[in-house]
């Protein structure tokens, strides 16, 4: 351990930074009045995917203001929100990738992208897709799974049988 003479040493200016796909944060502001039905937008800390949004017009004193509903693009569950259109809302950085599916265990899903690199930290969700997952690799079925990320969180969206080589 090495010191400068003041009581400093190395191991107080060591950090460890968490990796989160080059640095890019999980949300970024757009103004409101910018935003798009299919668009996605933060509702109470959870990512959502927009389905319907109306603007109504300014008061005497006061700003138009935007309505937005969104269902939860991990649970499906329906959000809305009331925000002056001139005002910034957060909007997350969602990624959907694909991956093929190599085997199931233990309600994760063991996963491999184009370029070989596993990946096996994604459960089974406990949806229809889930189910109709593990129906298909009980059959033998080759599967390409599309994973969508956003905030932290993964899940398995969609399946689709995989291209035959």
Same mark, same amino acid.
């Given at each position: 351990?090495?010191?400068?003479? /003041?009581?400093? /040493?190395?191991?107080?200016?060591?950090?460890?930074?968490?990796?989160?796909?080059?640095?890019?944060?999980?949300?970024?502001?757009?103004?409101?009045?910018?935003?798009?039905?299919?668009?996605?937008?933060?509702?109470?800390?959870?990512?959502?995917?927009?389905?319907?949004?109306?603007?109504?017009?300014?008061?005497?004193?006061?700003?138009?203001?935007?309505?937005?509903?969104?269902?939860?693009?991990?649970?499906?569950?329906?959000?809305?929100?009331?925000?002056?259109?001139?005002?910034?809302?957060?909007?997350? /950085?969602?990624?959907?990738?694909?991956?093929?599916?190599?085997?199931?265990?233990?309600?994760?899903?063991?996963?491999?992208?184009?370029?070989?690199?596993?990946?096996?930290?994604?459960?089974?969700?406990?949806?229809?897709?889930?189910?109709?997952?593990?129906?298909?690799?009980?059959?033998?079925?080759?599967?390409?799974?599309?994973?969508?990320?956003?905030?932290?969180?993964?899940?398995?969206?969609?399946?689709?049988?995989?291209?035959? /080589?």
């Amino acid at each position: 351990m090495s010191d400068d003479g /003041n009581g400093n /040493n190395d191991e107080q200016h060591e950090q460890t930074f968490e990796s989160v796909s080059a640095g890019a944060s999980l949300t970024y502001p757009m103004q409101c009045s910018a935003l798009r039905k299919g668009g996605h937008i933060v509702i109470k800390g959870h990512p959502c995917k927009i389905i319907d949004m109306s603007t109504s017009k300014t008061g005497k004193h006061g700003h138009a203001k935007v309505h937005l509903i969104a269902t939860d693009i991990f649970t499906q569950r329906k959000y809305e929100e009331l925000s002056p259109s001139t005002h910034n809302v957060d909007v997350p /950085n969602v990624v959907r990738s694909e991956y093929q599916l190599i085997n199931i265990d233990e309600g994760f899903l063991h996963l491999m992208t184009m370029e070989g690199v596993t990946k096996e930290d994604v459960k089974v969700p406990d949806t229809e897709v889930g189910k109709l997952i593990q129906d298909q690799f009980d059959e033998g079925i080759d599967l390409m799974i599309t994973i969508v990320a956003a905030m932290g969180e993964e899940q398995a969206l969609s399946c689709k049988e995989a291209p035959k /080589n």
